[in-house]
Every structure is written in C-alpha cells, then in structure tokens.
C-alpha cells in the first residue's frame, strides 16, 4: 500500500453508487505524480480528472478519460498559471469553465484563486481570488478564505451553483466541519463566492 508520496490515483466501479464497489487499480496517471484531485463530467458526457500534480503538488494537470471512464485518452493539458496549486474543484457556467483552487499549505488556510477557460482542455487563465466577506463567527475573511480550502462545486437543479468548502481541525480531523456557500458567475467570465453580503460586512 502506497502512503501519500506514492501520489497515485484509485479507481473502482459499481453499478450502484451505494455501493458494493469492485477495486480495478491505483496508478499515477501518464505516469505523473497525483495527489489532490476532483473529476468532472461535461455536458457532452466527456469526463476529466484533474489533478495537483508534479513534485510537491507544484501544477494543476487536466486529464481527459476515456468513454467509459475508466482509463485515461493518453492527453494531458497543463493548467496555465498554476504554481504550486491544489484542491481544485470545477464548474461550468456561461460558456465559461471555472477552476477553484487552494495554494499548498497543508491545512493551513490561505487565499483562494481561480482560472477560467473556454474549455476543459485550455488555456486556461489565473484570475485571482474570488471570495468576499467576513465569517462573523472566526473573524476570517478573504485572506484565509474564511479558514477554509475548496472541496466540490456542485450544481442545483435551478443551474445555479453551490461551492463546498472543507474547514480543517488539525487538532482533531474528524471533528472538521464544511461551509457551502452560493456562487456567482458573468457573462464575462468573473466569478464571486461571498460569505454574507460580500462587502466585508
């Protein structure tokens, strides 16, 4: 068994997503190193994991699956822009695709950024850090990301969007906590994620 410097990616399949599971493999994929790591499924049903990858997480990497998604197409798509980036999690939204991402610092909360592409495959482009406000409850706002890292975008009924946060405990993990909060996209390509009114208030 692999500890965390094996950086490889498992893979296990069931016709149910309760459940049982049937294990098929754990690889680093093309061979890369992996660690933190998200998959998206387009709305052409073409699915993608992407993945902080290289020595010490030092890029974020795009890798097209196969049909079945079970196997990688061989093509890889480095995320422009990315130095040492991990926790991504991914949405679509008015023609654009947006990656949320959390810098290296272990568990240690820092300020979010994100990229935006015009596809999954790139370029994509870094465009800074997208939350706004103040959790009233820690104090916390934007430079820490409300001491909080990215975990999940998911997408409601309405097409409106939901960002998953993770708020590590280092002290005791299985007491760590989540925040959700709503996200907001442009037209043109801006996005927000806003702990109350935005205005720091």
Not at 121 to 142: F, K, V
Not at 146 to 153: D, E, R, Y
Request: hydrophobic share 35%.
């Amino acid at each position: 068994r692999a500890a965390y410097s094996g950086g490889y990616v498992g893979m296990a399949v069931s016709p149910k997503p309760q459940g049982p599971y049937r294990f098929v493999c754990a690889r680093r994929p093309l061979g890369d190193l992996c660690r933190d790591l998200t998959v998206f499924q387009d709305d052409d049903k073409r699915a993608y994991l992407v993945a902080a990858s290289g020595a010490r997480n030092s890029h974020l990497t795009v890798y097209p699956l196969t049909d079945d998604y079970c196997d990688f197409t061989g093509e890889k798509h480095a995320v422009e822009g990315s130095d040492h980036d991990e926790a991504p999690a991914i949405l679509k939204a008015n023609g654009w695709y947006f990656m949320l991402a959390s810098g290296c610092t272990g568990r240690a909360p820092n300020a979010a950024r994100y990229f935006r592409a015009r596809t999954m495959t790139g370029p994509w482009t870094r465009m800074g850090n997208p939350t706004r406000g103040i959790d009233p409850a820690t104090g916390l706002g934007p430079e820490k990301t409300w001491g909080c890292q990215s975990a999940f975008a998911l997408k409601l009924r309405d097409g409106s969007f939901v960002a998953l946060f993770d708020r590590w405990n280092p002290q005791a993990l299985h007491d760590s906590r989540y925040v959700w909060l709503p996200v907001e996209t442009t037209d043109e390509g801006q996005m927000t994620i806003s702990f109350g009114r935005g205005d720091g208030k």
